[in-house]
């Protein structure tokens, strides 16, 4: 099992379930600013996305 990175990476929708926008991030557009759950996999299969 291992554990899906998501702070300061390119926001995607397999891995990733957005919760919120965040409007005044300095960070490029698509990026990750703040990780609410940490996702898991095994593997290619999916356990539980990161909420983002």
Known sequence: MEVIPAAGRVFDPHWHEAEAL???AEAPKN???????TG???GQRLLRPARV
Not at 31 to 37: A, D, E, F, G, K
């Open 22 to 24: 965040d409007t005044e």
């Open 31 to 37: 990026r990750v600013t703040r990780v609410l759950q």
């Open 40 to 42: 898991y996999r095994h």
